[in-house]
């Protein structure tokens, strides 16, 4: 990196804060200014998140290592960009563009300080992913759960309050063991720098090394909660389901997040030395059972958006059965099936809305009975949602086919393609035997029936959207809100067809994750930038 783009690292977090201040100060009755404020501010986010990933997919070595305070590690705060973080911030901003598009139809202004607490939440997210120190790591969790708190609660409803309340209640326990675990971890290692601690586990006394994998342990739940790993996901489908869908779709990215920590933190920590393999047990037998439980779910469920909140279970419960079985071409099909089924998930809960709103339009039928006996009244005023669209039906059905086939895995969409690159894997390297023993054909019989079990019910309910609905009732959709859906599938097209340097990306991904050395050295061996007033009077004696 050269010195502008090097600090485009610390971007992706002044971007959102400081759009979100600036937003606080906008009078809350004008809606479009803060709208267009905060529209703006995100693509630019997402041309920052897209130039961090071209620098990092380049021919370059690893050198994203930015010091905001200039302090040398690890002693000041440092953020990291590798692959795996410039994969992350670039695949929340593709989905915080639509997702804030799709609410400015309706949704940023049943509510005060929605686009405010949107970016505090692209803020957290972002720092999350680019933080190279555990105790930041919290930091940035707090700020993205303060956000998503008030973004979830966002237009009231006693089923968005109730399920706001669990949501909140079960993240605060989760930040209570964070802190425990941090506090382990600090207490034993004597850090909290990612790097600086990977490097002191080796010299850690057994009997302290104990207490230090207890307190990853305890950590490693906090994670857990959030991605959703069974039994600690029973809050979620309820919470996802009641959101608003803006912030559903958004949400999407966030059980993700979970995901990226244990994978960072598993393969940097406990990748090589005394304590490798780590948890790996525990993300093997807790994701296969949160697959079970994710699949069970989605047969059983009757809303869609239900349905969509135990999909993210299903995508969870398969990307940490991979993490513990803890094998790089497996896991490289992993990190494109996290790319896939994310984008997915976020136009479906966005596309549920605009379905069941030509649902609730069948009501209408009763309303036309009562008019004919002249039971209704004459002067009722019509609800106006948007002007209908030729042919919105089947753009409607063209997307709901969409991601019914990439959510149940069906060839030629990319989550064919991401299941299709792990199952092979798993059966042509035999990961946990060779050849592929019992357990590696448990896991892929899993895979393959959470697929069907997703497709069951997926055209399910599209006979019972589409076939069996009340002729001529066609739901009124804005074109601000088709177009996010059908922007998230297209990315998801764009990735079956760039499927090859896709996986080339995922495969140096993995390798480089593998190699703790690579992250320790490059955070080790960053180098501050010199004071400014010191080389500057050491110039003027040089030049005396």
């Known amino acids: 990196m050269n010195s502008w783009t090097h600090h485009l690292v610390i971007a992706p977090i002044l971007i959102p804060l400081v759009t979100s201040a600036i937003l606080l100060l906008v009078d809350e009755r004008r809606r479009t200014a803060k709208a267009m404020i905060s529209l703006v501010s995100t693509v630019i986010l997402a041309f920052v998140a897209f130039l961090l990933f071209r620098i990092e997919s380049g021919p370059n070595d690893f050198d994203g290592v930015y010091l ?151 950590l490693g739940i906090v994670f857990l909660i959030k991605a959703g790993m069974w039994p600690l996901c029973f809050w979620l489908p309820p919470a996802y389901s009641a959101a608003s869908a803006p912030v559903a779709g958004i949400f999407a990215i966030m059980s993700k997040l979970g995901i990226y920590a244990i994978l960072r933190l598993t393969m940097l920590l406990f990748g090589e030395g005394p304590s490798s393999g780590f948890g790996n047990i525990v993300l093997l037998y807790g994701g296969m059972a949160t697959i079970i439980f994710g699949t069970i779910g989605v047969l059983a469920s009757q809303a869609l958006g239900r349905l969509a909140g135990f999909s993210v279970l299903v995508s969870s ?76 039906m089947a753009i409607l059905g063209v997307c709901f086919a969409a ?82 859906v059908m922007f998230l599938l297209l990315l998801t097209l764009g990735l079956t067809v760039q499927a090859g340097p896709a996986m080339q990306y995922m495969d140096s991904t993995i390798r480089t994750l593998s190699k703790p050395s690579v992250y320790i050295d490059a955070v080790r061996k960053a180098v501050r930038i010199p004071d400014y007033k010191a080389s500057g009077a050491g110039n003027e004696a040089g030049n005396h």
């Open 68 to 218: 905001p305070g200039n302090w040398a590690a690890p002693f000041g705060i440092v953020l990291v960009l590798d692959g795996l973080s410039a994969l992350m911030l670039l695949l929340t901003a593709l989905l915080a563009v639509p997702a804030l598009v799709f609410s400015m139809a309706r949704w940023h202004a049943v509510g005060a300080h929605f686009h405010s607490m949107f970016q505090l939440l692209l803020m957290g997210v972002n720092g999350a992913f680019l933080t190279g120190d555990l105790f930041n790591l919290f930091v940035f969790f707090e700020v993205m759960l303060a956000a998503s708190y008030g973004l979830l609660l966002h237009g009231s409803g006693p089923l968005r309050v109730k399920a706001g309340m669990h949501y909140i209640a079960v993240n605060l326990v989760a930040a209570l063991l964070f802190l425990i675990g941090v506090s382990l971890i600090y207490g034993t290692a004597g850090t909290l720098n990612m790097a600086d601690l990977a490097a002191r586990i080796p010299d850690i006394e057994p009997d302290r090394r104990m207490l230090m994998e207890a307190g990853a342990g305890i």
């Open 317 to 392: 419960g398969t990307l940490l059965m991979v993490l513990g079985i803890n094998d790089g071409a497996i896991s490289s099909g992993a990190l494109l099936y996290l790319v896939s089924s994310t984008l997915s998930i976020s136009a479906f809960f966005m596309l549920i809305e605009l379905v069941e709103r030509g649902q609730d339009a069948g009501a209408n039928v009763l309303a036309v009975t009562m008019e004919a006996y002249g039971d209704a009244e004459e002067d009722e005023p019509k609800e106006a949602d948007g002007v209908a669209m030729p042919g919105t």
């Open 403 to 484: 991601c019914a086939i990439l959510l149940s895995g069906l060839p030629p969409l990319s989550g064919f393609v991401a299941k299709f690159a792990m199952l092979s894997a798993m059966m042509g390297t035999g990961a946990i035997g060779v050849p592929p023993t019992a357990a590696i054909w448990t896991l892929i019989t899993l895979v393959i029936l959470s697929g069907v079990a997703a497709l069951i019910s997926m055209t399910r309910a599209g006979i019972r959207t589409f076939w069996s609905s009340i002729e001529g009732t066609v739901p009124r959709v804005l074109v601000i809100e088709i177009v996010p």
